[in-house]
């Protein structure tokens, strides 16, 4: 059993606005801004040029086969960029990289016109969440949303459903995907891709359906630390797409709608569940609206397992403090359950670099700790904390 920390344990530290360093990093680029919008505004362009990025690489993917993939899906901020980390390390594994945004579609021209342009030398900076991640153009981010996104036109409609089950069906987006997967395990010269995508907890079934040996690590954390974290990110977000109007549409445009001025829930296909939380947000009560959102997506995941027993063995859930405290035996069993043979010196490197934020504490007060603990406690309680 976890249990959620003790209310004289958490800092009454206030809440803390963003740096000026924090609010700066979410500036983009003049060229990244153009790049990204014209392919948010064409994306039958988009796609069509991804197709001719296609019959480029014909030969180079030929003979590659897609095997086993791994995604990662987790509400933000429960651990799936440390995970993505983890696994981009190993040598057989393909991911996207920050290198690949704003021309997702055609990674195969993308990486032949990077590989004749003179590289500079790169320091590693913190990223834009203010978390103590450095990251360079070569780290591994989610940007398969894009992708997405083209091919769904409401996938992200705060009215419409973000549920795609094993019944959906979509030729077109389906082969595309799957040749996108293909350049890029010839480009990493990888056996196994690995995808970061919070949105894809409402996308399982459909993903088991188009590979049936894929793999799931699905992230939870502690209610309480985590509202904290979202809150902190919403504030952050807010700041930098204030200050840098650009920065809005860039994060629209990578489908990154968790935080900011355009915050949407993931719709798990509960009207009133959903409407509830954006009227919470809408009139202020961020602890509140949170609280029922965890909750929300929470339960839905557990559900989806618990009906279906083919899908729950595919996925391993994997508790972001037994990730931190217990790390050895936790990545033991998420290495082995993704099918990636590592040695346990490397097992021992990896869990020496897991720790607990220190960077910041929950400020709640007890009224707030007494609504998220009724809120998410019986959700809560379905994955060992008390």
């Known amino acids: 059993m976890t249990t959620t920390p003790d209310v004289n344990d958490i800092s009454r530290t206030a809440r803390s606005q963003p740096s000026e360093a924090a609010v700066a990093s979410f500036a983009v680029p003049t060229w990244m801004d153009r790049v990204g919008g014209w392919q948010y505004r064409h994306p039958r362009a988009a796609i069509k040029l991804g197709n001719f990025d296609t019959r480029m690489a014909a030969d180079a993917i030929e003979d590659i086969s897609i095997e086993a993939p791994i995604y990662i899906a987790g509400l933000a901020r429960s651990g799936t960029t440390i995970l993505l980390e983890l696994l981009a390390e190993h040598p057989a594994v393909a991911t996207h990289r920050y290198r690949d945004f704003p021309p997702v579609f055609t990674p195969w021209l993308w990486d032949r016109w990077l590989a004749r342009v003179p590289q500079n030398n790169e320091t590693a900076t913190e990223r834009a969440h203010g978390d103590g991640i450095a990251v360079t153009s070569q780290s591994p981010e989610a940007f398969e949303e894009v992708l997405w996104m083209a091919f769904f036109e409401h996938i ?24 996108h997967i293909r350049k890029l395990l010839a480009i990493r010269n990888g056996q196994r891709y690995v995808a970061k995508g919070n949105y894809n907890l409402m996308r399982l079934q459909y993903l088991q359906s188009i590979f049936s040996d894929a793999r799931f690590v699905l992230p939870v954390r502690d209610p309480v630390w985590h509202i904290a974290s ?37 719709h798990t296909g509960d009207d009133d569940a959903v409407d509830h939380i954006q009227q919470l947000w809408a009139d202020g009560h961020e602890v509140e609206g949170w609280a029922h959102y965890w909750a929300m997506i929470y339960a839905d ?22 990730l931190c405290g217990d790390s050895q035996a936790v990545l033991e069993r ?24 220190g960077y910041y504490k929950p400020a709640f007060s007890d009224a707030e700790l007494r609504q998220i603990r009724d809120i998410t406690g019986p959700v809560a309680a379905r994955y060992g904390y008390s």
């Open 334 to 357: 998420f290495y082995a359950h993704c099918g990636l043979d590592i040695d346990s010196a490397t097992i021992e490197q990896a869990a020496a670099r897991l720790r607990l934020p």
């Open 301 to 322: 995941v557990d559900e989806r397992l618990s009906r279906d027993g083919r899908l729950n063995e595919a996925a391993l859930v994997i508790r972001y403090e037994d």
């Open 230 to 266: 979202l809150m902190k990110q919403q504030t952050l977000f807010e700041a930098g797409e204030t200050a840098h109007p650009r920065a809005l549409e860039h994060m629209r445009r990578v489908g990154h709608f968790e935080f900011g001025l355009d915050r949407r829930p993931i």
């Open 156 to 179: 992200h409609a705060s009215d419409h459903s973000s549920v795609l089950d094993a019944q959906t069906s979509n030729p077109a987006f389906e082969q595309f995907y799957r040749e």
